[in-house]
């Protein structure tokens, strides 16, 4: 069966500070894969996603970037947070473009 | 362009309470339609979803939605609240991209009281 790995669970982070968020997936081959945002009374909102190693697609400008080593891992990351990056940032990956599944997600607090 | 509108961000119900979430959604073509829950600190589940088979489509945990076309919504229902459904709930849309292209709600927390 396919499991979704997302670490770290928590994460406090002083502005200025470096950031990667990693997320791997087991039991499928050539997912795409997604990361999102969500931060309070504002939904989820799609951050980046990719449909191969190597393919990046940005939804919205931001202080992050994305990366996809292997097949079955995503990365995100940034240089140098802002006090605006905190949020729950969720991983997710699909093989349709009917059901996508997600992670437990990260709770990213910038201080 | 896909958006989905909740109405409510809460939505208190008694346990045993018919359970009515609402979701109004736009898109330019033909959408999938999605129900996902969320418990606290952890990630989505899915409910149940439409994707242009039958409207009245049936989920986990006794929720059903129906898809209306004239009315653009996909509300959520379920007969009997149970105090375990208490939970956010997410509406969200999906254009037909070969890929999952999900925008979402802002969300409804539904309150279960006893």
């Known amino acids: 069966s396919q499991t979704i790995h997302q670490w770290p669970a928590t994460l406090v982070q002083p502005v200025g500070s470096p950031l990667s968020l990693e997320c791997t997936v087991e039991?499928?081959?050539?997912?795409?894969l997604y990361w999102y945002r969500q931060a309070a009374g504002r939904g989820l909102q799609l951050l980046f996603y990719?449909?191969?190693?190597?393919?990046i697609s940005s939804e919205v400008p931001q202080n992050l970037s994305a990366s996809r080593p292997q097949d079955r891992q995503f990365i995100l990351s940034s240089k140098k947070l802002l006090l605006s990056d905190s949020g729950f940032y969720l991983c997710?990956?699909?093989?349709?473009?009917?059901?996508?599944?997600f992670g437990q997600g990260t709770r990213l607090t910038v201080v | 362009a896909q958006s989905v509108t909740q109405l409510g961000s809460h939505v208190s119900v008694s346990e045993g309470a018919l359970v009515l979430l609402r979701c109004n959604y736009s898109?330019?073509?033909?959408?999938?339609l999605f129900w996902y829950v969320q418990y606290p600190n952890q990630g989505l589940q899915l409910l149940l979803k439409y994707t242009s088979a039958a409207t009245l489509v049936k989920g986990i945990n006794g929720f059903e939605a129906e898809f209306k076309k004239s009315e653009t919504s996909f509300h959520l229902t379920k007969p009997s609240a149970h105090m375990s459904d208490a939970a956010e709930y997410f509406c969200?849309?999906?254009?037909?991209?070969?890929?999952?292209?999900?925008?979402f709600g802002k969300g409804t927390m539904l309150l279960v009281s006893p």
């Open positions: 969200a849309v999906s254009e037909k991209k070969g890929y999952s292209t999900l925008t």
């Open positions: 990719s449909v191969g190693i190597g393919q």
């Open positions: 039991g499928t081959s050539n997912p795409n």
């Open positions: 898109s330019s073509v033909p959408p999938y």
């Open positions: 997710a990956w699909s093989v349709t473009e009917t059901e996508a599944f």
